[in-house]
């Protein structure tokens, strides 16, 4: 299923794609950057590197762990399905990235899929999600409009904060600390809040 755009509570979700299958849903972020991109599954940005320039990326695991959230409470009476996440580069990109979570190479999706194999839900409950997110499905022009205007909100609401040294998780301080490489923004609540900027 691709581009499903679903209500959780006053917000929308959107999701690139999800696969419902016997072994599990797997959600599917995909993302188009040229460039190193350099990360960890527990950073809050991760860095894209083009020549000398530097920009931020929100960590698409963390992106995709929102998904996640939202189709959870969405299938809640479908128990402990599991719920695999998956972020896709293509080809263009040069993946420095140390994660737990499968980040790989759109070339590589199907096998990445294709390596769980644990059979934990029925063809009848497979069919019965599949169904229930595509009633639920509001992906439309006028929705995804809306939609992308509520994250250019957040993101410069988290953009204000940042720039007045202000934690954008906690409401904290950020304050300069030294690590192993170089100097870094962190929130002074650490280690209860671990939100950096590098």
């Given at each position: 299923?691709?581009?499903i755009m679903l209500h959780t509570g006053s917000r929308t979700t959107q999701i690139d794609h999800i696969?419902?299958?016997n072994y599990g849903i797997f959600v599917?972020?995909?993302k188009n950057y040229k460039g190193w991109i350099i990360g960890n599954e527990f950073d809050d940005y991760w860095t894209q590197i083009i020549f000398k320039r530097k920009e931020k990326l929100y960590n698409p695991i963390k992106q995709n762990f929102g998904h996640i959230q939202a189709l959870k409470s969405v299938l809640n009476e479908f128990g402990d399905?599991?719920?695999i996440s998956i972020v896709a580069f293509t080809t263009k990109a040069d993946l420095k990235v140390t994660a737990n979570t499968d980040v790989v190479y759109t070339v590589n999706l199907l096998k990445t899929i294709?390596?769980?194999c644990n059979e934990i839900i029925s063809d009848s409950v497979k069919e019965q999600i599949y169904n229930k997110l595509l009633s639920l499905n509001i992906d439309n022009k006028e929705n995804r409009k809306e939609h992308i205007h509520?994250?250019?909100n957040n993101l410069a609401e988290k953009y204000k904060k940042v720039s007045d040294n202000i934690c954008p998780e906690c409401g904290g301080k950020l304050v300069l600390r030294n690590g192993k490489y170089g100097q870094f923004k962190g929130c002074s609540n650490y280690p209860k809040c671990r939100f950096t900027l590098k």
């Open positions: 299923m691709n581009n696969v419902v299958s599917i972020e995909t399905v599991n719920y294709r390596k769980y509520a994250i250019r």
